[in-house]
């Protein structure tokens, strides 16, 4: 019936399982790192992980909620986000251009801060050797690795329009919009998901309410299931099978290409370098291994991480933040000895964490419920493949925790053997829930030797480790030795082929040769294409013996744990979990509350005087002083609006702490603290009041500590003023 | 005698001041900013500042010292740097790409820190704007901002060996050669400059003892004098008019072309949206300025900041970090009212600071003496333009000071008028001397409000400041009514040529007219070709009258002060100029030791235990776990070396501190600190070690302090143990 569908590397059964999963599982946005599907045998054409997964979220809107539990107005936190500059589109007064963004002051803070504190996480606390490689890289590096091969999707064109699509996003969309039609004919609830309004206008245009046969929709849902596996040539007959058509035009597009998502220019004058922009910071790492293993002293394990841009030619890029050209990353190639179970030291550290896991038994078995268990319990039973790889889960998820990532939002989905590359032996993304529902946004696979290995074959550079054995090897096997004076003078021209067939057998054939040879002074050897195919060999010509070898030094190429995060996801999720408004209060809808963690948030602490009396300027400039000395950014704002709505503009930018400059100030030096999520303050003298600020930045002390410390300031409710 | 030559900008005295000065101090390097000179009014390839200067250094490598004073020993230098990769070429393994660097891991935390430090001098300090935007830049913005026009320099192509040659490079290389040759057949000195072997290799060929007849050698010179000023069909009728030949074939190149500096890609599939890796991160602030504006809630003066990658394709890049195709900068635009001299409000917070400036008018006199003004001194007596330009050097310097750059290795040198952009009403340079020479590490360039003009222009966006004044400003003048309803009619045809002529007229003429109408009831108007010239108009149809008008809101165009960053070049000349060796104490000539400051330098603490036994292990381990919680980075050295090699080894990376822990330490908790530079240690419990470090790296104590306050350790020198 589908000749050209590929071989089901699922069970029917299985297929039916993951066809209910599509549609309430897996994130419709394309995960940040997705090399990790990548392999040799994958389809020429590169579907890397869930590059080209769609699968979507019913009911995003109401499932995506605010800090507070109250279902998200992502109206509202785009509106805030916009007017806040957290970013904006880039190019904008020139029209923009789609997948560019530009980070504003507040996003720019937020973003510094989340690497300062991945960097202390990771680099500072296990000694990791960080790197800063060349975005350009030239075209044989990226020939080595595959990407030049198979880091591509498939697009077709619209013959009347030119529109571009991309050729799997196409067929699932028509033929989505067809079921959707069906569902309406037969008076089913539609599921209504949140998306681009273009694409669903677009879409609507499409979508007739039109009963389809019972077989129709099965095969559809069939083919959805299964959108990640067709090749370019599949999708374009899926296309003329179906008679997909582009609702805007109502053509039929031509059929896939493949589009290589890596940019490319020439470096040097004469243009003759290719080179590109690199598409992951990982080749950069592992191409310098060999001077990384000397700069740690030549000691494994370790780990080389590395902060910056990369780069990916999106097709038609969609979702903000969430699916961009030029994106941050911060990765880590953590290099292991593939013997000894890849346990890690410090696995005891982690082990009581407890994680949300997905694991892929679950999902195949078309269950969506994630198991709340210790890493090392996951480990232990086999869920998780290895130490080092549970080590890092558990560090993703300590991380996540602290920039304040939601953790009733958090979970980490093991890949299926559908979307993992053959050299994997366990992969699991960190996903976080959003208003575009589960995004991928730390992925942690198991790269094996495979990139050292190409790598190393192409230049011939050792990427190996060359490791000491504590106690030489000792190796005893068959031995064949040739008499080769009189050999080749004997076998005259045969003598290279009844060489190599001596030579080709294995140590049980020996092991058989030699008692035949000192049974019989001769052994009969297999030849094909000389005389008869078999030929004799005395044993003035040939001996065989069991010899004694030993070795000191064991060559490897070691294994690769990489987890790598998409810096850009993880900072708009961070926003979407932490925003709220005072509406739950009783307060103003309009009054958007961010509640970053101290240490992340753009801005510390906001100065107030209590109005634009010159007599105030001193111990404003003063308090802002001593703040920057000790490393504390804050901001002035003396304008002429209230403080309840200085303050309330304030919260709209995440700053934790608000200090007011009044009146008493003046007469005893002491200022009020405001906490921004509580809108409690306390009353003391400059200087403690800045030690407390110091200690809440430095998560060395709580709120609750401060207000337990501190007297409480009751008198002029700064909020009130507002309401 | 030479036609083709451009008008000299500078009087032929002046023309044989800067001669010499061409030879004694300029840098030979290009300069990371080199925008400040790039004007619309510029030759049609941009020739922009130094980027086409090729001034070079006498004697650098007798010049380049120690952190001690004595003479650089560059190529231990070298091998130290390439040993403890502070960086490495990129892609090495593969042949490695010119122009491309990667940073290792001390050459990366080296950067790191650099950075911080620039944020907190920067940014923190003058509540900036950080924005982060992207790399990519289509076309468009690039057009407008000049860039695709004028962004290039001049190339040309051996016919024999296709060698590539920078035009401007090649002509002077030649004419240097001729004139070196001339100088030893006159029996004089030559003077020898360190550069890149290959080039001297090759330079070396071309390379004859030929003695030149005095006129010709005066041309040569007064031709290097200006090799700055021509564009490429004058450098090709320079190479025909002296038969220049590439010593390498003794061919002569071809005619120079244009060759566009950018690296270019296409953005997108469709391949129909050209972009560009961007040359600066100017253009993306300057496109986002009324939005910071508007954020900065329409306050001025206000300054955004940058720090981010920007690429330049360099034709044929050496000198190592000096010159480089991928570099990171950080860049201020601080936008300020053309009005009111630019006054700056923390300038007496600086004004007392002393810089050593070389000023145009010194070096237009063929000196390179500088002077030690302070920067109050300088804004007064004119020879630093204004209070901000004034206000940014001295913040420069501090800067430079802060991270640990010689003081006695730092000169700012102002743009010659021949250097500088017509925009540009003052442009001085932050230049570090090196074994290179004098490098341009900073500009900082007064950019006028000539980029928001062109992009405002462009795209009609209102890239202006609406300032409402706080006294109207009440206008009086001259203003023409026409009475329509009968004009038209009167005039028919000729009605417009006349209205406009009447419109066209000055308001000096219009007080003649003015009396004229009152005094003849009509007046006379030149119109040409109506009539004779000359319209009479009665004062039915006219009328003028002195009108007063108010003015509310005053709009105009910012003015941009640029401090431009090259972290590359600030980090390598501060390598140097940290660098020395034990030699000059009579220890081991071997012993290189860069003494970075604490709060730059890559790790801050080495964490040596005795001996490898057991027992020292948790204490080790505890001491890393509290310097972690403490933020400061350590690493530890537990191999069998010496404790001395192993200090010896660390002072390689510039560690400034050491921790001992020994058999004392399991007794009674002390440890042993050592101060990296003088090698004294002190002893003390491990928690008060832990914050003499804290302190020492924050900056609040000295060594000194230290010692002073903690009993000094003189039982077991470690360094005797290599001695």
């Excluded at 480790?465 to 030795?481: A, M, N, Y």
């Amino acid at each position: 019936m589908k000749p050209f569908l590929p071989t089901p590397l699922l069970s029917p059964l299985a297929g039916i399982a993951l066809n209910n999963l599509r549609r309430v599982v897996a994130p419709r946005v394309f995960p940040v790192r997705s090399f990790t599907a990548f392999a040799p045998s994958a389809p020429r054409i590169y579907a890397f992980a869930k590059y080209t997964s769609k699968k979507k979220q019913p009911n995003m809107t109401t499932m995506a909620t605010t800090l507070k539990g109250e279902p998200l107005d992502k109206a509202a936190l785009e509106s805030l986000l916009r007017r806040r500059m957290f970013y904006t589109p880039s190019f904008e007064i020139y029209g923009g251009v789609a997948g560019l963004y530009d980070y504003g002051p507040p996003g720019c803070a937020l973003q510094a801060n989340i690497i300062d504190i991945w960097r202390k996480h990771f680099i500072l606390e296990e000694d990791m050797l960080e790197v800063d490689c060349t975005v350009l890289t030239p075209h044989d590096v990226l020939k080595t690795s595959g990407h030049v091969d198979k880091f591509a999707d498939w697009m077709c064109k619209d013959p009347k329009n030119g529109e571009i699509l991309r050729a799997d996003h196409f067929v699932e969309d028509v033929l989505e919009a067809r079921l959707k039609g069906d569902k309406e004919a037969r008076g089913q609830k539609v599921e209504e998901k949140e998306e681009d309004p273009k694409r669903k206008k677009k879409k609507s245009k499409g979508h007739e309410a039109l009963k389809l046969d019972d077989a129709v929709v099965k095969e559809y849902e069939e083919v959805l299931a299964q959108i990640d596996n067709y090749n370019g040539e599949q999708l374009g007959e899926l296309i003329k099978k179906y008679d997909l058509r582009n609702p805007a035009t109502g053509e039929q597009p031509s059929p896939p290409v493949a589009f290589n998502l890596m940019f490319q220019t020439s470096i040097g004058p004469s243009s003759n370098l290719r080179g590109y922009l690199r598409p992951e910071t990982a080749q950069g790492q592992f191409l310098n291994f060999a001077k990384l293993l000397e700069f740690n002293t030549g000691q494994m394990p370790f780990a080389s991480a590395s902060i910056g841009k990369s780069y990916r030619n999106e097709i038609s890029p969609r979702a903000g933040l969430l699916r961009v050209r030029e994106f941050l990353m911060a990765e880590i190639e953590h290099f292991v000895d593939p013997e000894g179970h890849k346990k890690h030291h410090r696995f005891h550290e982690v082990e009581h964490i407890e994680l949300e896991l997905l694991d892929r038994h679950t999902q195949l078995s078309g269950q969506t419920k994630t198991k709340r268990v210790s890493i090392g319990q996951a480990v232990r039973d086999g869920t998780v493949d290895n130490e080092t790889l549970g080590y890092f889960l558990a560090r993703i998820h300590l991380f996540l925790k602290k920039i304040g990532i939601d953790q009733n939002k958090i979970r980490f989905r093991q890949h299926m053997a559908n979307e993992m590359a053959h050299y994997a032996c366990d992969c699991w993304d960190a996903e976080l829930l959003t208003s575009s529902g589960w995004v991928e946004c730390v992925g942690c696979a198991d790269r094996s030797a495979y990139d050292l290995s190409v790598h190393a074959k192409k230049t011939g550079a050792p990427l190996i480790v060359r490791q000491r054995l504590d106690e030489p090897k000792v190796i005893e096997e068959w031995e064949i030795e040739l008499e080769r004076k009189k050999f080749g003078p004997f076998f005259k021209k045969d003598g290279r082929a009844v060489e190599a067939a001596i030579m080709a057998t294995t140590q049980g054939e020996r092991g058989k040769l030699a008692k035949e040879l000192e049974e019989n002074g001769k052994v009969v050897i297999n030849v094909p294409g000389v005389g008869d195919g078999k030929v004799e060999v005395s044993k003035d010509l040939l001996a065989i013996k069991w010899q004694k070898r030993v070795e000191n030094i064991r060559e490897y190429t070691p294994n690769v744990i990489e987890p790598s995060f998409g810096i850009g996801r993880i900072l708009y999720s961070l926003i979407e979990h932490n925003y709220w408004t005072r509406a739950s209060e009783g307060g103003d809808e309009a009054r958007g509350v961010l509640s970053f963690p101290p240490a992340v948030a753009p801005t510390k602490v906001l100065i107030v005087p209590l109005s634009s009396n010159k007599d105030f300027t001193p111990t404003v400039r003063k308090l802002s002083q001593k703040l920057r000395s000790a490393g504390i950014s804050s901001r002035v704002d003396d304008s002429s609006a209230s403080i309840g709505k200085r303050y309330s503009r304030n919260d709209e930018l995440g700053t934790p702490f608000g200090v007011t400059v009044d009146f008493q100030t003046i007469k005893d030096g002491t200022v009020t603290l405001r906490e921004r999520d509580s809108t409690r303050q306390v009353r003391a003298e400059e200087d403690e009041i800045i030690n407390a600020i110091r200690a809440l930045v430095e998560g060395t002390k709580t709120w609750q500590d401060i207000e337990s410390e501190l007297p409480l300031f009751e008198g002029q409710d700064v909020d009130l003023t507002l309401r």
